[in-house]
């Protein structure tokens, strides 16, 4: 080892009361100095000078630390470094490359000639080892001592009789008392110097007990408290569930938001389309002035924030419910995000017939996985699929240890209840984790996961289970979330979430009742007279957006929103239904009636390229269609408009048969 050796103990320990009569300020000035005392400034000097006098640090009158004392200086300034029990930036891997050498590391790894520093850290937290450590009789038979090279015997030895001081240590650590002043230490040391100076020797050296100073500066030892945590550490129950909402709750979300991001970008894909890159992206005005009309979300983590990231999204989803598609213009020769049949058809449909098209998708992305048995396509890859985020580890497991099936099988136990979001989130956490739970003849897995700690799997499978909630559960409407007077969050599952876990064939989609009403203006405006998603997502359809809030004017009934709805199919009638459906007052009259006209001077054409050959002469022309057939048509007797060819296939034919070509 690096920091410990020689007499390092027995200088440590000679000068252990010295230290503990120093005031903390004077502890923390002598953690700063590397050599003389006079070197950071002569003020302090004068100030911590007595002190360091009274208890034998610097020698006389003369402001030099006492040459004894450096390796307590270099212990102590460790210790000083790498706090493990009041710093939550603590460094297991800085602490390791610190105290032992790389012939230590390879030892403690059995990894050949290179340390595998993540190795070091998932066994210096790994609760088993201590487990094994504790309940082993004799130290040759613990199961995580080093076999490789054999040269650790050397380096670090133990015997019964050191390992049988370390469990006392570590024992008295698991019970709640971790962790040990070194003053408690300092009286087994007098009784027997040598064997507590292996003993602590060893005891670092194998991860097992590390050493630091608390905030008061004074040195302890102890496990880290992570690894306490696991070593003691019970699995909870699956959270108990109430009927009905919590007291004082009151709902946070229960609007399928993303169908109203869908509704908003199909909208503004009519009639034009919208403008975009090489990649598929939108550019950023059209990205801004779609996200400026946006339906404002509750301040909750779990809640897709970004309003950027959202227009995004629906883009995604849009692109593979194959509600949009890119495709150049005829007119300008540019690529544009255009609205499809399915997309008009989607607009004219209800949020429940909309609702589940989203989510027979995702089932069928998830059932053509476990058929397959292939990697699902991620979101990430604008494709989705049932899960929104990728675990490579896991997999490797077959469909009755697939993690989406996991996730839905704990969600059917919640039935209708309303369940505490974060108290199942750690049971999930804790109890229902694969990454802890893997089966032994997972040995592929098994080496995937070798370096990850028991925090590290809780937090990745607590992620990787909050992900069905933050991209599927709430932005579908598939779990409804509230939030009580104490701030804590619950979640009660939807018929839609019901169907999407498996548990039900079919769902009826519960419409979320909501107190805010609209009037209807007799100069067109629509006003809010309290936040209300549902009537935002349905007046999107058939009025143009005015207002960024979600209260006061919002929208306005004007003749181009009115004329883009009927091309998708909507007619007057379900107009002014989807009006009086929301309004607190009769509609208008005046309303209605102008509603009914502006449908009713709607109009379809079709455009179309085409491609024209004009010809100086009426026999130029006559031949040309002799030799195209039944491609071409006359516009008039010397002009003739080419089916079936592009302008270069065009090209090249005419040029084989001798005809020269003039472009305009």
Request: include cysteine.
């Amino acid at each position: 080892m690096k920091i410990i050796f020689g007499n390092t103990w027995e200088v440590f320990f000679a000068n252990l009361s010295a230290w503990s009569q120093l005031s903390i300020a004077a502890r923390k000035y002598f953690l700063k100095i590397t050599g003389d005392l006079n070197l950071p400034d002569r003020e302090n000097n004068a100030v911590f000078r007595a002190e360091f006098q009274s208890c034998g640090f610097i020698e006389g009158d003369c402001l030099r630390l006492a040459p004894e004392l450096r390796p307590l200086r270099r212990l102590m300034t460790s210790m000083h470094r790498h706090r493990v029990f009041n710093n939550s930036n603590f460094d297991l891997v800085e602490y390791c490359r610190e105290h032992l050498t790389n012939a230590d590391c390879i030892t403690l790894c059995n990894s050949g000639w290179n340390p595998h520093w993540q190795t070091l850290r998932r066994m210096a937290l790994d609760e088993h080892r201590l487990k094994s450590f504790i309940d082993c009789e004799q130290i040759e038979t613990w199961e995580a001592l080093p076999t490789s090279r054999a040269f650790h015997r050397e380096a670090c030895p133990m015997n019964d009789a050191m390992a049988a001081v370390i469990k006392q240590w570590l024992k008295r650590c698991l019970d709640g008392k971790a962790p040990l002043s070194f003053q408690t230490i300092a009286v087994e040391y007098a009784k027997n110097p040598e064997l507590v100076s292996q003993a602590l020797d060893a005891a670092i050296y194998y991860l097992l007990l590390f050493p630091a100073l608390n905030n008061e500066l004074e040195p302890v030892f102890g496990i880290i408290p992570e690894a306490g945590h696991n070593f003691n550490f019970t699995k909870p129950k699956f959270p108990d569930g109430i009927e009905k909402i919590p007291a004082g709750a009151s709902v946070v979300a229960e609007t399928p938001y993303l169908l109203n991001d869908i509704t908003l970008l199909l909208v503004h894909t009519t009639p034009d389309g919208l403008a975009c890159k090489t990649n598929g992206r939108i550019y950023k005005r059209q990205q801004d002035a779609l996200a400026a009309e946006l339906t404002s979300l509750p301040a909750y983590t779990l809640f897709a924030t970004d309003r950027h990231a959202r227009v995004r999204s629906a883009i995604d989803w849009s692109l593979n419910l194959k509600l949009i598609e890119r495709s150049g213009s005829a007119i300008d020769n540019v690529e544009r995000i255009c609205i499809t049949n399915s997309g008009r058809s989607w607009l004219t449909s209800s949020v429940g017939e909309r609702l589940k098209a989203v989510l027979d998708t995702l089932l069928r992305s998830y059932r053509e996985r476990l058929s397959r048995r292939t990697r699902p396509i991620y979101f990430g890859e604008r494709h989705v699929a049932f899960a929104s985020q990728s675990i490579h580890e896991l997999e490797i497991f077959n469909n009755d240890n697939d993690p989406q099936k996991i996730v839905a099988e704990s969600l059917g136990k919640c039935g209708t209840r309303w369940l505490p979001l974060d108290g199942f989130l750690n049971w999930q956490a804790e109890a229902n984790n694969p990454f802890i739970n893997i089966a032994a003849n997972k040995a592929r897995a098994r080496f995937l996961i070798r370096d990850m700690t028991t925090s590290d799997k809780k937090r990745r499978w607590r992620d990787y289970v909050a992900s069905f909630f933050e991209d599927r559960f709430f932005p579908l409407g598939c779990a409804c979330l509230c939030q009580d007077d104490q701030g804590k969050y619950w979640f009660r599952l939807t018929p839609a979430g019901v169907y999407l876990i498996g548990a039900s064939n079919h769902f009826d989609y519960e419409e979320p009742q909501s107190t805010g009403k609209i009037l209807v203006q007799p100069n067109f405006e629509v006003v809010f007279t309290a936040a209300n998603p549902a009537a935002e997502s349905e007046l999107a359809r058939c009025a143009a957006r005015v207002g960024t809030g979600a209260v006061g004017v919002v929208f306005h009934i004007t003749r181009d929103a009115i004329l883009n709805a009927t091309d998708c199919g909507m007619k007057p009638e379900e107009i002014i239904a989807v009006l009086k459906k929301f309004s607190d007052k009769p509609l208008p009259a005046n309303v209605a009636t102008q509603i009914n006209d502006w449908a009713a001077s709607y109009r379809q054409v079709t455009i179309r390229p085409a491609l024209l050959v004009s010809c100086p002469d009426k026999t130029t022309a006559s031949l040309l269609q002799s030799m195209m057939r039944k491609k071409t048509s006359f516009i008039n007797e010397t002009t003739l408009e080419i089916e079936g060819k592009t302008l270069p296939e065009l090209k090249k034919l005419l040029k084989k048969n001798g005809f020269g070509l003039r472009e305009i």
